[in-house]
C-alpha cells in the first residue's frame, strides 16, 4: 500500500513537471551557461601552475564542475522535505492529503522522490556535457567508492532536510537551516574554490559542514582516481555526522506534527 501511494506521488509530479516542457530546455540552456562560465574561468589557468589544483589535475573546470553538480544534489536533498510542506500548502493541497489515510512521512517522501531523480538527472547531464562538450577531465569511475560517498553523503542532508521541514511546519516561513546549509556551506566546502585559499578561521568553520567531506571524497575519485582507502577520513566523518543528525531530526520532527497538530496549522501557509 505505501508503495502505491509512493508511485502515486512520483507519477502525479512527473505529470506536473513534464507538463511544463520549455522548462526543462530553460534549465538545460541555463546549465550550459554556467559551464560556459566556468569553462572560460579555467581558461584564464590554462597555462599556468595553481598548486592548490594540482592534487586534483591541476583542471579548474573540473574542479568547479562536480563542486556545482553534487552540491546541487545534496543540497536539494536538503531542501525537498520543506519543500514539499510549503508546496502542498501553498497550493491547497495539504488539507485534503491529511484527510487521506497517509502519514506525513509518506507525504514527505513521496513528494521528494521525483525532485531527487530529476537532479540525479542534472547531475548526470553536468558531467556528460562536461565530458562531451568541454572535455572535462574525468579518471576511470569507482562506482563503488561513488556509491559510499553519496549514501553516507545524503543521510545528514536528509537528517538537515527533515529538521528544515519541521521548522516549516511549525513557523511556516523562515527557514534558517537551509539558509546556512544550502547557502553558506557552498561557500565553506569549497564549491568553486579549493578551501585551503581561505582564512585558517573559515577553514576551522568549514569543518562543521558535511558538504566539506562529499565534495573531497568526491573530487579524490573522480579527478584522482582515489579508492575507498583515499576517502576512508572523509566517509567516517560522513557517518559521524549521519549518526548524530539522523536522530536528532525525528525527535525535531514529532516535536514538531505535536505542535501543528496541537495549533491545527497543519494547513496554514
Request: with cysteine; net charge positive.
Amino acid at each position: 500500500m505505501v508503495f502505491e501511494k509512493l508511485w502515486v506521488f512520483l507519477k502525479r509530479d512527473f505529470l506536473t513537471a513534464s507538463s511544463y516542457k520549455f522548462s526543462f530546455f530553460l534549465d538545460a540552456v541555463g546549465i550550459i551557461g554556467a559551464m560556459l562560465t566556468f569553462f572560460f574561468i579555467g581558461e584564464l589557468f590554462k597555462n599556468s601552475y595553481v598548486p592548490l589544483l594540482e592534487q586534483y589535475g591541476g583542471d579548474y573546470f573540473s574542479f568547479v564542475i562536480i563542486g556545482v553538480a553534487f552540491s546541487s544534489y545534496l543540497g536539494s536533498a536538503l531542501s525537498n522535505f520543506g519543500g514539499v510542506i510549503s508546496v502542498e500548502q501553498g497550493m491547497g493541497t495539504m488539507e485534503a492529503l491529511i484527510m487521506t489515510p497517509t502519514g506525513i512521512s509518506t507525504i514527505l517522501i513521496g513528494g521528494s522522490i521525483w525532485n531527487l531523480i530529476f537532479t540525479s538527472f542534472r547531475v548526470a547531464f553536468y558531467l556528460l556535457a562536461g565530458v562531451f562538450l568541454f572535455h572535462m577531465k574525468l579518471k576511470v569511475i569507482n562506482l563503488t567508492a561513488i556509491a559510499a560517498i553519496l549514501v553516507l553523503s545524503l543521510v545528514p542532508f536528509i537528517s538537515l532536510g527533515i529538521i528544515s521541514a519541521s521548522l516549516i511546519l511549525v513557523f511556516k516561513r523562515g527557514d534558517p537551516v537551509g539558509f546556512l546549509f544550502d547557502g553558506a556551506s557552498k561557500f565553506l566546502a569549497g564549491t568553486f574554490f579549493p578551501i585551503a585559499i581561505l582564512p585558517l578561521w573559515i577553514k576551522k568553520l568549514s569543518a562543521f559542514v558535511p558538504l566539506t567531506y562529499s565534495l573531497r571524497a568526491l573530487r579524490e575519485v573522480l579527478l584522482a582516481q582515489g579508492t575507498l582507502r583515499d576517502v576512508w577520513y572523509d566517509l567516517s566523518i560522513l557517518l559521524l555526522f549521519s549518526i548524530i543528525l539522523f536522530p536528532i531530526s525525528l525527535k525535531c520532527f514529532k516535536l514538531a506534527l505535536r505542535v501543528a497538530k496541537r495549533e491545527g496549522s497543519f494547513c496554514q501557509f
